[in-house]
């Protein structure tokens, strides 16, 4: 089992915060490597809400809230859907908390395991969990942008112009 945890601290209130990482349907808002994505359950929160992401430049998945603590935090079950890295048992789970008023940290932290035995182990640790830290560096880093400026982000070069005029 690979896991690994990425945090940010971000200057807005935690409550504000919530209401953008708890809309699941809006990732595609600051997640610069998702090109769309949208809701495969009528529950738009809780238990049992469900996303697709399709990913850039290629790929989608499957997530699925496992565990909800409104305000908080939620849990999700990833499965990948089309091309996407051979993996198996694959989690993130976001969580928030209040440095200050204004002040919030935000941790994910994931969870995966490899399919393909030995060459999944050795394609992980050559590849896949450094492309999958810093896909979570790049979604924190583009929430971060997405509620201190107010912009969405619509790919990775376009984060990166903005980084250049902060």
């Not at 908080?72 to 990833?78: E, P, R, V």
């Not at 993996?87 to 002040?103: C, I, M, T, Y």
Request: hydrophobic share 40%; proline share 4%; glycine share 8%.
């Amino acid at each position: 089992m690979t896991t690994f945890k990425k945090q940010i601290t971000i200057n807005a209130p935690k409550q504000k915060v919530w209401e953008i990482v708890s809309d699941l349907g809006s990732i595609y808002k600051f997640n610069p490597n998702v090109n769309k994505s949208y809701y495969t359950t009528n529950k738009t929160e809780g238990i049992g809400a469900a996303r697709i992401c399709e990913l850039q430049p290629a790929g989608k998945i499957l997530e699925t809230v496992k565990n909800w603590k409104e305000g908080n935090g939620f849990l999700l079950q990833i499965e990948p859907i089309e091309k996407a890295p051979p993996v198996k048992n694959f989690s993130g789970f976001f969580e928030l908390g209040k440095l200050n008023a204004d002040r919030t940290i935000v941790s994910v932290t994931i969870n995966y395991s490899m399919k393909l035995g030995v060459i999944g182990h050795l394609l992980n640790k050559l590849i896949i969990q450094s492309k999958m830290e810093d896909s979570i560096e790049d979604l924190l880093e583009g929430l971060k942008i997405h509620l201190e400026k107010g912009v969405e982000i619509k790919n990775k070069h376009a984060m990166q112009e903005i980084l250049k005029t902060i």
